[in-house]
């Protein structure tokens, strides 16, 4: 699916004439020639993230534009799968985690855990994913394949960590407009499959690199209180029937 490369920190996935659909920091569809995953420095506070995304393109020779993530993990550890025309490019860390009590107790805690509890901006991604089809999808398609994906790294950090994710998840999705045609990715069909397992695969081995390695001191931390930030989304909602 891709042709993929990573210089000065920059991955850079690139396929002529995809159409991407994004939910990092200037998300929304996109017809674009390459995505980007961008690893950004301990203390980052730049604003002007669009402006900071080209500079760093420039950096690494990267001349195409196209929907870009941000993420506090080194490129180093990125990890792709392939199987049945679906490739997956994943970065994955766990240093500011999120957590979606279910059982009744934990549910009812009220405010945020190692959160601001405002509306604030997100930190860089740590679970970034590129996802990309030989098949051509339309937008809705093109959609469900973001949330058969977003599924599929759900169920694998549950299972690796603990955690939903983290508090800055972002993915991006492309399909090839002149490959065949697939009317649906949902997790029954060849594309959605497919998707599900790279997803699994690529995620589960980024988390190995980056906190599996001899050079490396830290872990996954065994709780949210234990993590430099994360939140835990506690409370209780008001339930009712829908005709009542």
């Known amino acids: 699916m891709f042709d993929s490369e990573v210089a000065a920190d920059v991955l850079c996935a ?3 004439g995809t159409r991407w659909l994004s939910t990092g920091f200037s998300g929304g569809y996109e017809t674009a020639d390459a995505a980007y995953n961008v690893t950004v420095p301990e203390g980052f506070d730049r604003t002007d993230l669009c402006e900071y995304v080209a500079e760093r393109r420039e950096r690494a020779g990267f001349e195409a534009a196209g929907p870009a993530m ?4 080194a490129q180093r550890h990125a990890r792709r799968a392939r199987l049945d025309g679906v490739e997956v490019v994943a970065t994955a860390g766990v240093s500011n985690p999120a957590s979606l009590p279910t059982d009744g107790e934990s549910a009812g805690e009220a405010g945020p855990v190692g959160g601001s509890g405002r509306d604030d901006p997100p930190r860089p991604g740590t679970v970034n994913l590129v996802v990309g089809t030989t098949r051509a999808l339309d937008d809705g398609a093109l959609a469900t394949l973001l949330a058969t994906a977003v599924e599929a790294k759900t169920a694998t950090m549950l299972a ?3 955690f939903t994710g983290t508090t800055s998840d972002a993915v991006v999705v492309g399909s090839d407009p002149s490959g065949e045609r697939a009317a649906f990715a949902g997790s029954a069909t060849p594309v959605g499959r497919a998707a ?3 997803v699994r695969d690529a995620v589960g081995a980024s988390l190995a690199a980056r906190y599996e390695h ?10 949210v209180s234990a993590a430099d930030y994360g939140v835990v989304s506690a409370g209780a909602a008001t339930v009712s029937r829908v005709d009542d």
């Open 14 to 16: 690139r396929r002529p």
């Open 70 to 73: 941000l993420t506090g993990v």
């Open 160 to 162: 690796e960590t603990g």
């Open 214 to 223: 001899a050079d490396t001191d830290d872990a996954v931390p065994e709780s």
């Open 196 to 198: 599900r397992v790279c």
